[in-house]
């Protein structure tokens, strides 16, 4: 089992940058990958940003490339996805989830094995 804990979010203007953490604990060993996902009211849950926990490599979705930068702290078992230049259209709950074990999927929400509770970000002037 793992546990996650997302913290960070916030109201902010178009233009803003915000900074959301995602705490890990119990068997983070078995961690392969750690995503944001973000769902707006009335809509499905899509891909942000991953990190190959291991390797470090990450992975955007086009709508974010450039703007938002996700990274790890191995020590603290904790998962930060920096947003800047933030606009409206980036105003969703946001979670981070983990994945066990190996997968080639890792932009579809259903191969995660570990959910947050999910944080609101709000872009609005």
């Known amino acids: 089992q793992v546990q996650l804990v997302e913290s960070g979010g916030g109201l902010v203007q178009p233009g803003g940058s915000l900074r959301l953490s995602c705490a890990a604990s119990g068997r983070v060993r078995n961690m392969y990958a750690v995503g944001w996902f973000r769902q707006a009211p009335g809509k499905e849950r899509v891909f942000v940003a991953a990190i190959y926990w291991s390797s470090g490599t990450t992975l955007y979705a086009d709508s974010v490339k450039g703007r938002f930068t996700i990274s790890e702290d191995n020590a603290k078992n904790t998962v930060y996805l920096q947003m800047n230049s933030l606009k409206p259209e980036d105003t969703a709950v946001y979670y981070c989830?983990?994945?066990?074990?190996?997968?080639?999927?890792?932009?579809?929400?259903?191969?995660?094995?570990?959910w947050g509770q999910g944080t609101q970000v709000t872009v609005s002037s």
């Open positions: 989830a983990v994945r066990g074990g190996v997968s080639v999927l890792i932009r579809n929400p259903n191969e995660y094995d570990y």
